[in-house]
């Protein structure tokens, strides 16, 4: 019983932490979250020396990509609308400066 709840347990965390994630990505979609750089990179200075790049004998398919014409059953949908009004919410966002 006791493994049972552990899992339940981690189940909830990695439901969490993926609900957490998508709510960050959302916040830069929108311009929620606006990041400006404040200091430029500097890399490192490396040396090198000697070495030899792998070599490869690829042999890959071939692949052909046509079309060709063949004939279909398609179903025909009869659909009307009406403008008709209706109250919705408003949102209004300032995007972070």
Do not use: C, H, W, Y
Not at 45 to 53: I, L, P, R
């Amino acid at each position: 019983m006791d493994n049972i709840e552990r899992k339940r347990g981690m189940g909830a965390g990695v439901i969490l932490a993926i609900v957490a994630v998508v709510l960050v990505v959302a916040a830069f979609a929108f311009g929620l979250i606006d990041i400006d750089q404040t200091k430029e990179t500097q890399l490192p200075e490396v040396a090198v020396q000697g070495g030899q790049a792998p070599a490869f004998d690829v042999d890959a398919a071939k692949v052909k990509v046509g079309s060709a014409t063949t004939d279909v059953s398609v179903p025909t949908v009869d659909v009307s609308s009406e403008k008709v009004g209706v109250e919705v919410p408003t949102v209004d966002v300032e995007k972070a400066q």
